[in-house]
């Protein structure tokens, strides 16, 4: 089904999704674990949505998911690039996050060259790999034959991108990138509704701590809300430091 690299573009794998739900409808083979696929997307869906889960949590249950769904699946790690900022969010261990960071490094993998632009890239042999020779170099001396990356999300220049590795060639197939395809675009709406809800949190708190601070100019100085938070602003300008800290300071510097 694939060569030694095979992407499947967005708007250009309409064949390739058509073959793999063939193999379902062929009625072929499959685990337990394929039959119930669906329902348990479902539940990974519904608990990605708990808004108790921190951005950590979530990323965690993301790649433990994906490891547990996505046949041939040994390691992974996610990977962001956020405003120029390249960082390994989570993995299954040190080889998984040191294979991610080679990528950045030698500027070379799916994650460096080909996650921004499609969904999907798949690598079937490593050993054979012509497109990243010093990274596939790498991964195949630390015992990695083939990988998959799925896209997360791309917004202008932040990505983020769920990466699978296998001990073994051709390890993903379409079944394999079928799931992962699914398990991706639940993913990245969890990850983005964490990412909200903690920074909906950090604005509660901030807008506390700074009323807190308001109060507190307010009663020593007896002037009213506005001038109060006219004063912390000034104070924000000289020190060049943001406004929340400026009143974290205040109240601080308060407490016995």
């Known amino acids: 089904m694939f060569d030694s690299v095979s992407i499947l573009h967005p708007a250009a794998d309409a064949l390739a999704r058509k073959d793999i739900w063939m193999s379902y409808d062929r009625g072929e083979d499959r685990s337990s674990r394929h039959a119930e696929l669906p329902a348990l997307l479902a539940q990974f869906a519904r608990d990605m949505r708990d808004e108790r889960r921190s951005t950590s949590n979530t990323l965690d249950g993301i790649l433990h998911t994906a490891i547990e769904l996505v046949d041939g699946a040994d390691s992974g790690c996610i990977t962001t690039l956020t405003r120029g900022e390249r960082t390994v969010v989570a993995a299954t261990d040190e080889m998984?996050?040191?294979?991610?960071?080679?990528?950045?490094?030698?500027?070379e993998g799916p994650i460096a060259s080909e996650v921004r632009h499609f969904d999907v890239v798949v690598a079937d042999d490593l050993g054979i790999e012509d497109r990243w020779p010093q990274f596939a170099a790498g991964a195949v001396d630390q015992g990695v034959r083939s990988l998959v990356a799925f896209q997360l999300f791309s917004n202008g220049d932040d990505v983020g991108a769920l990466v699978l590795y296998s001990n073994e060639a051709k390890a993903f197939g379409p079944d394999a990138v079928f799931t992962g395809e699914a398990l991706a675009a639940h993913a990245a709406i969890a990850l983005l509704s964490a990412r909200d809800n903690?920074?909906?949190r950090a604005g509660l708190a901030s807008r506390d701590i700074i009323g807190q601070a308001k109060?507190?100019?307010?009663e020593r100085y007896k002037i009213d809300a506005n001038q109060a938070f006219e004063l912390l602003t000034k104070l924000?300008?000289?020190?060049?430091?943001?406004?929340?800290r400026v009143a974290e300071e205040l109240v601080e510097a308060e407490r016995p």
Request: proline share 4%; aromatic share 10%.
């Open 96 to 107: 998984a996050e040191e294979l991610c960071r080679r990528q950045y490094e030698y500027g």
């Open 198 to 200: 903690e920074q909906f």
């Open 215 to 218: 109060g507190m100019i307010m």
């Open 236 to 244: 924000s300008q000289q020190q060049n430091i943001p406004l929340r």
